[in-house]
């Protein structure tokens, strides 16, 4: 049974940090592409925050660009997401996504927010 599950939300002010780590089991994760989404609102579509392959190649949003770093530890089977200088508008539930040859799977989310 594959399992993704978040952690290290919670409460941060603005220009603070959080680190935010997703667990994997049941899945190979080092063959796996590993993704943070967010959703801002209810009823709003999540949105792609930040990926890596698992080459280790990254991508981000515009919007966390050189605030947000994703990372991956295949030896413990783990995606990081560091956020620094947070700000208001990332108040949101951020999911881990692992995804490879049509497979996708989701964690349930990690709620984290901001206040100004």
């Known amino acids: 049974q594959v399992q993704l599950v978040e952690s290290g939300g919670g409460l941060a002010q603005a220009g603070g940090s959080l680190r935010l780590s997703c667990a994997a089991s049941g899945i190979t994760f080092r063959s796996y592409y590993m993704a943070w989404y967010r959703r801002q609102a209810p009823g709003n579509q999540r949105e792609l925050v930040a990926s890596i392959s698992s080459s280790g190649r990254t991508n981000y949003a515009d919007s966390v660009k050189g605030r947000f770093t994703i990372s991956r530890d295949n030896a413990e089977n783990t995606v990081y997401l560091q956020m620094n200088n947070l700000k208001p508008e990332d108040t949101a539930v951020y999911y881990c996504?692992?995804?490879?040859?049509?497979?996708?799977?989701w964690g349930k989310g990690t709620l984290v927010t901001v206040s100004s």
């Open positions: 996504n692992a995804a490879r040859s049509g497979m996708e799977y």
